[in-house]
């Protein structure tokens, strides 16, 4: 059906715009290039209903950028009359110019127009008209081409002259965005109103637009955040900090001013210094360093996450795996049009010439810590309230800092804290937090993070050392994806932890018994969606196949059947609906990996072998434990065939179920132990159709192949992928056992695992840093802890019951003889009898509830599926039990 007021371009009613209007389009033409967003605008109006367009500012040059935007979208002219009505134009702005050539600007009121419409549909009570508000920028993101003069002139909240916008035209209308808005119909609102008199009518619906063309302007180009003084003001003004300053002075025993001058230090130390020019100019050289960098960055459910944004306080919570994260984040949203979130960055960037650029682009910094500091926790505390309240989108790195082993680390909830008691003081504008998963195929801090982890001291930053690091210029870093996430409602959660959490609205002062409820929950949804929003790139697959194999080498035919076997699991048996995964078949991953030189080919008469060395092994465990995730049930499953030939199916699944909560809380999976358990048959099945299992007995019994076959082969190198937890799960078990009950605290059972795991990396040579990482042993402790498989006594030392001995016996059903036999040797253990003897029935201290799964299930289970393993093995040929 025709769009009435439908046109083109040599219609009669194009014909009646002034000659002079016509004209100065055609001289305006060249020097302006639009992009509409949508770009089929048409799909959002109403078939015959006449359409009023209202902008923002008035201005010649909007009036031809909206009149030749609507022609090259086929919409109605805005130079038309409006049907039904005695306007002569279809279009009306909320702020007017006076007449004068180099006048100021003054703002007429829209009321008129507008009652003009109301007076319109009142004297016919079936007609309707159609309001569309369309925003108008000129440059607001230059592009790499674009002059650093022309950054002066782009978009931002100042209300410009005539000269001054000729000249934005001029420098930057070739970055023209035109953004139509949902129509909104004049009959309904006017319904809505009752009766309502025309007048005020008007005044109610000129309100709604320039509140939703505020909203608008902010979303592209930021909020109006004045000038940072207008914000420590703010802060040092609010109650709360000048408490605080009271408080100094009296405690420290100084003067009033002497505190308020230090808290004016803090402050200044603290807040960013936002700067649209400096953004605008940085995207420049970025633009630059990007390209000298990487070969590409791409961004994928970007679009979801613009459209849950709007009407959203946004905090972007990245995965943190390089200093390059909030420089890209930035970079990128910048250029898809998006206001540049304000970025917690450590102090130790606030480095000399880089602080102060990193502070207007948007970077506020913290301190380590704030203990010891009650001046400095409050002010930062109302520093963030007060982002929160202006509507200003935020972006931290919930794990504190950068992630040396690839894996998310446990997350740290002080910004998060920080966020939501900010959002209870003033539930105004409800808070959405957008995880994003960065995936990398090559870092800049590779090898520094090796050495990390290896026991070298951590260098601190500097300008010199900034200007030393320079020299990764010189390589390439592959291509980098930013993939976001499912994003996280505050409000909901807050309704199902704590449905009457709007009462603690009334006393912001009083910190709820819930919120560490709320925050901690928080934290594990914001890791499992970034998990679930994973990039899977051909250096993680490579990582997975060769680092899995002992001297990380593989047969050609080998490797690209291993890389076909991990495509067509991650395909068949998606991890979630935002994973990506390359395109790129086996045989072009394998030269891809050649290229980028993580891998190298040694020719052979027999066949060709890819290998990684030594050091570039140690650098792809990073890729690989990027995506372990994705492949921990296919990996389980895989490693209970590691020593038995055949497993039930249920026994898979039952201690599938024990192992679930000790991997989930490293990994942080998304299932529940019955969500794990489909996930498993699902794999189980997967498994079976690619013959690598077969099924006796009704399905209920698995079997593999002989060791020596492919298909077994495939199987372990599956499992190997995941086999390195659970050796660490066993030195900590096996090293508890060793000192006794009531022996060692938690934090020297972490010390003596770490130094456990260590020699056993040396002795068995190693290439995965993180098998002896403090942070990943703690973890696992915590999660003992928190299973009740162990517990603290009264005087901080761990107990336990004999449950745990029989799981330190019964690990042989999933690893191997001479691992068990190098890990006992290490930590002193016995593999045959317990230190802890008959001190059970006479421990004075009682064990804590059990929980649904106890310690003695555990062991029961793995010592009835080691029995049923000897008597299936009995059956088949000893040379296969490998």
């Given at each position: 059906?025709?769009?009435?007021?439908?046109?083109?371009?040599?219609?009669p009613?194009?014909?009646?715009?002034?000659?002079?209007?016509?004209?100065?389009?055609?001289?305006?033409?060249?020097?302006?290039?639009?992009?509409?967003?949508?770009?089929?605008?048409?799909?959002?109006?109403?078939?015959?209903?006449?359409?009023?367009?209202?902008?923002?500012?008035?201005?010649?040059?909007?009036?031809?950028?909206?009149?030749?935007?609507?022609?090259?979208?086929?919409?109605p002219?805005?130079m038309?009359?409006?049907?039904?009505?005695?306007?002569?134009?279809?279009?009306?702005?909320?702020?007017?110019?006076?007449?004068?050539?180099?006048?100021?600007?003054?703002?007429?009121?829209?009321?008129?127009?507008l009652?003009?419409?109301?007076?319109?549909?009142?004297?016919?009570?079936?007609?309707?008209?159609?309001?569309?508000?369309?925003?108008i920028?000129?440059?607001?993101?230059?592009?790499?081409?674009?002059?650093?003069?022309s950054?002066?002139?782009?978009?931002?909240?100042?209300?410009?002259?005539?000269?001054?916008?000729?000249?934005?035209?001029?420098?930057?209308?070739?970055?023209?965005?035109?953004?139509?808005?949902?129509?909104?119909?004049?009959?309904?609102?006017?319904?809505?109103?009752?009766?309502?008199?025309?007048?005020?009518?008007?005044?109610?619906?000129?309100r709604?637009?320039?509140t939703?063309?505020?909203?608008?302007?902010?979303?592209?180009?930021?909020?109006?955040?004045?000038h940072k003084r207008?914000?420590?003001?703010a802060?040092?003004?609010?109650?709360?900090?000048?408490?605080?300053?009271?408080?100094?002075?009296?405690?420290?025993?100084?003067?009033?001013?002497?505190a308020?001058?230090?808290?004016?230090k803090?402050?200044?130390?603290?807040?960013?210094d936002?700067?649209?020019p400096?953004?605008?100019?940085?995207?420049?050289?970025?633009?630059?360093?990007?390209?000298?960098?990487?070969?590409?960055?791409?961004?994928?459910?970007?679009?979801?996450?613009?459209?849950a944004a709007?009407?959203?306080?946004?905090?972007?919570?990245?995965?943190?795996?390089?200093?390059?994260?909030y420089?890209?984040?930035?970079?990128?949203?910048?250029?898809?049009?998006?206001?540049v979130?304000?970025?917690?960055?450590?102090?130790n960037?606030?480095l000399?010439?880089?602080?102060?650029?990193?502070?207007?682009?948007?970077?506020?910094?913290?301190r380590?810590?704030?203990?010891?500091?009650?001046?400095?926790?409050?002010?930062?505390?109302?520093y963030?309230?007060q982002?929160?309240?202006r509507?200003?989108?935020?972006e931290?790195?919930?794990?504190?800092?950068?992630?040396?082993?690839?894996?998310?680390?446990?997350?740290?909830?002080?910004?998060?804290?920080?966020?939501?008691?900010?959002?209870?003081?003033?539930?105004?504008?409800?808070?959405?937090?957008q995880?994003v998963?960065?995936?990398?195929?090559?870092?800049?801090?590779?090898?520094?993070?090796?050495?990390?982890?290896?026991?070298?001291?951590k260098?601190?930053?500097?300008?010199?050392?900034?200007l030393?690091?320079?020299?990764?210029?010189?390589?390439?870093?592959?291509?980098?994806?930013?993939n976001?996430?499912?994003?996280?409602?505050?409000n909901?959660?807050?309704?199902?932890?704590?449905?009457?959490?709007?009462?603690?609205?009334?006393?912001?002062?009083?910190?709820?018994?819930?919120?560490?409820?709320?925050?901690?929950?928080?934290?594990?949804q914001?890791?499992?969606?970034i998990?679930?929003a994973?990039?899977?790139?051909?250096?993680?697959?490579?990582?997975?196949?060769?680092?899995?194999?002992?001297k990380?080498?593989?047969?050609?035919?080998d490797?690209?059947?291993?890389?076909?076997l991990?495509?067509?699991?991650?395909?068949?048996?998606?991890?979630?609906?935002?994973?990506?995964?390359?395109?790129?078949a086996?045989?072009?991953?394998?030269?891809y990996?050649?290229?980028?030189?993580w891998?190298?080919?040694?020719?052979?008469?027999?066949?060709?072998?890819?290998?990684?060395?030594?050091?570039?092994?140690?650098l792809?465990?990073?890729?690989?434990?990027?995506?372990?995730?994705?492949?921990?049930?296919?990996?389980?499953?895989?490693c209970?065939?590691?020593?038995?030939?055949?497993?039930?199916?249920?026994?898979?699944?039952?201690?599938?179920?024990?192992?679930?909560?000790?991997?989930?809380?490293?990994?942080?999976?998304?299932?529940?132990?019955?969500?794990?358990?489909?996930?498993?048959?699902?794999?189980?099945?997967?498994?079976?159709?690619?013959?690598?299992?077969?099924?006796?007995?009704?399905?209920?019994?698995?079997?593999?192949?002989?060791?020596?076959?492919?298909?077994?082969f495939?199987?372990?190198?599956?499992?190997?992928?995941?086999?390195?937890?659970?050796?660490?799960?066993?030195?900590?078990?096996?090293?508890?056992?060793?000192h006794?009950?009531?022996?060692?605290?938690?934090?020297?059972?972490e010390?003596?695992?770490?130094?456990?795991?260590?020699?056993?990396?040396?002795?068995?040579?190693?290439?995965a840093?993180?098998?002896?990482?403090k942070?990943?042993?703690?973890?696992?402790?915590?999660?003992?802890?928190?299973?009740?498989?162990?517990?603290t006594?009264?005087?901080?030392?761990?107990?336990?019951?004999?449950?745990?001995?029989?799981?330190?016996?019964?690990?042989?059903?999933?690893?191997?003889?001479?691992?068990?036999?190098?890990?006992?040797?290490i930590?002193?253990?016995?593999?045959?009898e317990?230190?802890?003897?008959?001190?059970?029935?006479?421990?004075?201290v009682?064990?804590?509830?059990?929980?649904?799964i106890?310690?003695?299930?555990?062991?029961?289970?793995?010592?009835?599926?080691?029995?049923?393993?000897?008597?299936?093995?009995?059956?088949?040929?000893?040379?296969?039990?490998?």
């Amino acid at each position: 059906m025709p769009m009435p007021n439908m046109m083109t371009a040599d219609s009669p009613a194009r014909s009646r715009t002034p000659w002079w209007f016509r004209v100065g389009g055609q001289l305006l033409e060249p020097w302006v290039r639009i992009r509409r967003e949508p770009a089929e605008p048409t799909s959002l109006l109403q078939a015959g209903t006449p359409v009023c367009y209202v902008i923002e500012r008035d201005g010649f040059s909007d009036m031809q950028i909206l009149e030749r935007a609507c022609r090259e979208a086929g919409l109605p002219s805005p130079m038309q009359p409006l049907a039904g009505t005695r306007r002569r134009r279809s279009v009306f702005a909320l702020a007017h110019r006076d007449g004068r050539l180099l006048g100021r600007n003054r703002h007429r009121s829209p009321n008129e127009p507008l009652g003009q419409l109301t007076r319109a549909l009142e004297a016919d009570p079936e007609r309707d008209i159609q309001i569309v508000p369309v925003s108008i920028y000129v440059g607001r993101a230059p592009t790499r081409e674009s002059g650093w003069f022309s950054v002066l002139f782009s978009e931002n909240w100042v209300v410009v002259g005539r000269f001054r916008r000729l000249l934005a035209l001029l420098l930057n209308g070739r970055d023209t965005v035109v953004q139509f808005s949902a129509p909104v119909s004049m009959r309904a609102v006017l319904n809505e109103g009752g009766d309502v008199r025309p007048e005020r009518f008007a005044r109610k619906i000129a309100r709604v637009l320039r509140t939703h063309f505020r909203r608008i302007r902010a979303a592209v180009i930021g909020p109006d955040l004045s000038h940072k003084r207008t914000v420590v003001d703010a802060v040092l003004n609010a109650e709360p900090v000048r408490a605080a300053i009271a408080a100094t002075a009296a405690k420290e025993k100084i003067s009033q001013a002497k505190a308020w001058r230090r808290a004016q230090k803090i402050m200044l130390e603290i807040a960013a210094d936002y700067s649209h020019p400096v953004v605008r100019s940085a995207s420049l050289l970025l633009s630059n360093f990007w390209n000298k960098l990487y070969d590409g960055i791409t961004m994928h459910h970007f679009d979801k996450a613009r459209a849950a944004a709007p009407g959203h306080e946004v905090i972007y919570v990245p995965s943190h795996r390089s200093h390059a994260d909030y420089l890209l984040m930035s970079y990128q949203l910048h250029m898809s049009g998006v206001v540049v979130p304000h970025i917690a960055a450590g102090v130790n960037l606030n480095l000399p010439v880089i602080g102060p650029i990193l502070r207007r682009g948007g970077a506020f910094f913290l301190r380590r810590t704030f203990k010891g500091n009650a001046l400095y926790s409050v002010i930062f505390n109302e520093y963030v309230a007060q982002l929160i309240d202006r509507g200003v989108p935020m972006e931290y790195f919930i794990e504190g800092g950068r992630s040396r082993t690839g894996r998310l680390l446990a997350p740290r909830a002080g910004m998060l804290v920080m966020t939501v008691r900010a959002f209870l003081r003033a539930p105004r504008r409800p808070v959405l937090f957008q995880p994003v998963y960065i995936g990398y195929e090559k870092l800049m801090e590779g090898k520094s993070y090796a050495g990390e982890l290896s026991g070298k001291p951590k260098e601190k930053e500097s300008l010199l050392g900034l200007l030393k690091g320079l020299k990764v210029l010189r390589q390439r870093y592959g291509h980098v994806a930013l993939n976001f996430g499912e994003p996280i409602e505050l409000n909901p959660l807050l309704d199902a932890i704590s449905p009457d959490w709007r009462k603690s609205v009334d006393d912001p002062e009083t910190k709820p018994e819930w919120i560490n409820g709320v925050v901690d929950k928080l934290a594990e949804q914001i890791h499992i969606n970034i998990n679930r929003a994973a990039d899977v790139n051909p250096i993680n697959l490579l990582a997975l196949a060769l680092l899995s194999t002992p001297k990380h080498a593989m047969a050609e035919n080998d490797l690209l059947a291993q890389l076909e076997l991990m495509k067509a699991l991650l395909e068949e048996l998606p991890y979630s609906d935002r994973i990506t995964l390359t395109s790129l078949a086996p045989a072009a991953i394998i030269a891809y990996g050649e290229q980028m030189g993580w891998i190298r080919r040694i020719a052979h008469p027999l066949g060709d072998v890819l290998t990684a060395d030594d050091e570039q092994a140690v650098l792809l465990s990073y890729f690989r434990n990027n995506v372990l995730h994705l492949v921990a049930t296919a990996a389980w499953v895989s490693c209970c065939f590691l020593n038995n030939r055949r497993m039930t199916r249920n026994s898979i699944l039952r201690l599938g179920k024990i192992i679930y909560p000790f991997i989930q809380g490293e990994l942080f999976l998304p299932w529940d132990e019955d969500g794990f358990a489909a996930q498993l048959q699902a794999t189980i099945d997967f498994f079976v159709r690619r013959g690598l299992l077969e099924t006796t007995s009704d399905g209920r019994v698995l079997e593999r192949g002989p060791g020596q076959d492919d298909a077994a082969f495939q199987l372990k190198t599956i499992a190997r992928s995941l086999i390195q937890a659970f050796e660490r799960y066993y030195i900590a078990i096996a090293a508890l056992a060793k000192h006794g009950p009531h022996a060692i605290s938690a934090a020297e059972l972490e010390k003596a695992c770490t130094l456990a795991a260590q020699r056993l990396s040396l002795l068995n040579e190693l290439s995965a840093p993180e098998f002896f990482d403090k942070a990943l042993f703690r973890g696992f402790i915590q999660k003992l802890r928190e299973r009740r498989v162990v517990w603290t006594d009264d005087d901080g030392k761990l107990d336990y019951n004999s449950a745990l001995e029989d799981m330190v016996r019964d690990a042989r059903v999933i690893l191997a003889r001479e691992m068990r036999h190098s890990i006992l040797k290490i930590t002193g253990g016995d593999d045959k009898e317990s230190p802890r003897a008959a001190a059970v029935p006479n421990d004075p201290v009682a064990p804590p509830a059990a929980p649904d799964i106890s310690p003695t299930d555990i062991g029961a289970e793995l010592h009835e599926r080691h029995v049923e393993s000897e008597q299936q093995e009995h059956a088949a040929d000893a040379t296969d039990k490998r």
